[in-house]
């Protein structure tokens, strides 16, 4: 079976017929009437039911969505959440199937997506917008931080809400590991003293390591901000394969393969087999010591070199018939209240994407009082440390070549 992302470089070859193709009906759809005031928006919304495509593969945001958001949009506004999992090329192969079949309505009228899928669904014209400036809630976005409102250096525009923030995290046992590689030159040291105890994931997460690996490389990481560029992508993607290949005989299972997905990896360090895992959700430490996966002994760092920090995003597909269904929804979600719930370590230890000085003096002062993380740094401290996410073709590109110069090797 061929590689999501194999799949996605084909997408890409088809991305002008698509947009050809179905973009008088699109224009035609009569789901893209929405009203101009909020007020209107909210009456219709009321009562309606809303899909929602997301990812579902950590229990913590599930019983974050099931146990407090689709009571709450339930109690509120009489609104039913249904939420089914996808994430991904997933996502734009749902819509870019509706969009091929002509379809006046989507089966979704939420998606949380990034990076390569904002990318993607840009290119179909797939996501219905601007809508952002619609929600009540939009100016208390922090949209002066480039790490919020830029995704994988695109322009939001309006297209997809901000919904959480993270900062890539190494985790480690403390009693077991105190020798911490801060550079990709102190890792390949650290690997070799350290033989069969290091991998990485072959996933959106392993991909983000090689990312910050790649842009490390370079004398300054900001060169690889802006637009792809392939002189860079091939001057610093040599340097980074060379190296992997020096360290790959002492990674785990002697680098003959990789863990397929975070859980795997996780489970590899829960059983002792590797010394290090990783995450993109910089409270995940506390998360899995929590729910009593993780050793008490686990800790979580940012190495000097720096790790990537990006946000999350929700989007509407421009054939959704229950935008403002969609709209309101993502408004709740953006609300004090919902974004505060989803702070808390023990709910889902999400960074949130509001800017606290505009918050009321109510809000501002329970946010102070936020009880805070015990086994990972504070989010002040490893900001210091943040690359911004290169453009979605980085990713793209380091998921083929490890493919093909690693993987299948």
Not at 190 to 202: A, L
Request: with cysteine; proline share 6%; charged share 20%.
């Amino acid at each position: 079976m061929a590689s999501p992302y194999i799949r996605l470089l084909a997408i890409l070859l088809l991305l002008p017929v698509v947009s050809l193709s179905c973009g008088s009906e699109v224009a035609q759809s009569p789901s893209e009437n929405v009203p101009a005031d909020w007020s209107t928006i909210a009456t219709q919304a009321q009562g309606s039911t809303v899909h929602m495509m997301m990812w579902q593969g950590d229990r913590l945001i599930n019983k974050y969505m099931q146990d407090y958001v689709t009571p709450r949009l339930s109690e509120l506004y009489g609104i039913e959440l249904i939420v089914t999992d996808g994430q991904g090329n997933q996502v734009v192969n749902r819509l870019m199937a509706e969009l091929e079949a002509n379809r006046k309505t989507s089966d979704l009228d939420i998606v949380w997506i990034n990076g390569e899928t904002f990318y993607q669904l840009r290119q179909i014209d797939a996501l219905y917008g601007p809508f952002v400036q619609k929600l009540p809630h939009a100016d208390l976005i922090d949209l002066n931080n480039p790490f919020i409102s830029m995704d994988f250096q695109q322009a939001i525009d309006g297209y997809e809400c901000p919904w959480g923030n993270v900062q890539m995290i190494m985790i480690y046992d403390s009693l077991q590991t105190s020798d911490l590689p801060q550079d990709m030159t102190e890792w390949s040291r650290w690997v070799q003293d350290n033989p069969g105890r290091f991998t990485w994931s072959n996933d959106f997460t392993g991909m983000t390591l090689l990312k910050s690996w790649l842009m490390s490389l370079a004398d300054d990481p900001s060169v690889f901000y802006g637009e792809f560029s392939e002189d860079l992508y091939t001057t610093y993607s040599k340097q980074l394969w060379a190296r992997i290949e020096n360290m790959r005989p002492y990674l785990w299972n002697e680098g003959r393969s990789f863990p397929a997905s975070l859980a795997q990896l996780h489970q590899l360090y829960v059983n002792g087999e590797v010394d290090m895992t990783m995450s993109n959700n910089d409270s995940e430490v506390d998360n899995k010591i929590s729910q009593g996966v993780f050793p008490t002994t686990s800790r979580a760092y940012v190495p000097a070199m720096g790790t990537i920090q990006n946000s999350h995003y929700l989007g509407i597909p421009r054939l959704s018939d229950n935008k403002v269904g969609a709209l309101q929804v993502i408004n709740f979600l953006l609300s004090p209240e919902a974004q505060y719930e989803k702070s808390q370590s023990a709910v889902w230890g999400d960074g949130t994407v509001l800017d606290r000085d505009r918050l009321s003096p109510d809000w501002q002062a329970k946010w102070t009082g936020l009880a805070q993380r015990s086994h990972a740094p504070p989010r002040e401290e490893i900001s210091k440390r943040a690359l911004q996410e290169p453009a979605p073709e980085y990713m793209i590109r380091l998921f083929e070549d490890f493919r093909k110069r690693i993987i299948e090797q």
